[in-house]
């Protein structure tokens, strides 16, 4: 009888040694699944962050803040870029203040009898600019040229424009 017990015995615990062994095995297995899943995940999202990282290069590619040349030519005139290229920019949108339908330098009139403003100005280097404008419903672009007249004024000239067909 006490034979018996022990291979009972010997029977239950390598029963439960194999099933320790197969529970482990696909725990551990899982957590390899795991780990190789998020591996791929990280390498994906730094491919998208480099993706990103040179689309937002190339999208800001033609802007004053990263054209060094530009900069420096205002600052071997004495200006501060800090405050000249702001001042730019607020130069054109000052000029949504006006009254009557003519803007001062889009060379629309409202299609909607809204006024015609600037939206967006990129200051593209030391003398140009793109920027949008808009009616609320229809849209067009602008292209600018801007100097430093010796009393420091700033003096805009409409170069180029086109107002987008409404479909």
């Given amino acids: 009888?006490?034979?018996?017990?022990f291979m009972y015995l010997f029977i239950f615990s390598v029963l439960l040694i194999i099933f320790q062994y197969v529970n482990s095995k696909n725990i551990i297995d899982k957590y390899e699944k795991d780990i190789r899943t998020y591996k791929t995940t990280i390498e994906d999202n730094?491919?998208?962050?480099?993706?990103?990282?040179?689309?937002?290069?190339?999208?800001s590619y033609f802007n004053i803040d990263r054209n060094q040349d530009a900069i420096?030519?205002?600052e071997?005139?004495?200006y501060d870029t800090d405050e000249l290229i702001p001042a730019i920019k607020e130069g054109l949108y000052k000029m949504n203040d006006y009254t009557g339908e003519e803007h001062p330098i889009v060379p629309f009139v409202s299609l909607t009898g809204t006024k015609l403003v600037i939206n967006k100005v990129r200051i593209l280097n030391h003398k140009w600019i793109v920027a949008n404008f808009t009616d609320g419903e229809?849209?067009?672009e602008i292209?600018?040229?801007?100097?430093?007249?010796?009393n420091n004024d700033l003096k805009y000239k409409l170069v180029e424009y086109f107002m987008y067909p409404k479909i």
Avoid: C, H, P
């Avoid at 009888?1 to 017990?5: E, G, V």
């Avoid at 730094?46 to 999208?59: G, P, R, V, Y």
């Fill in 46 to 59: 730094q491919k998208k962050i480099d993706s990103l990282d040179e689309l937002n290069f190339e999208l």
């Fill in 72 to 74: 420096d030519y205002f």
């Fill in 138 to 140: 229809y849209w067009g």
């Fill in 143 to 150: 292209f600018v040229t801007y100097e430093i007249d010796a």
């Fill in 76 to 78: 071997a005139q004495g």
């Fill in 1 to 5: 009888m006490k034979s018996r017990i």
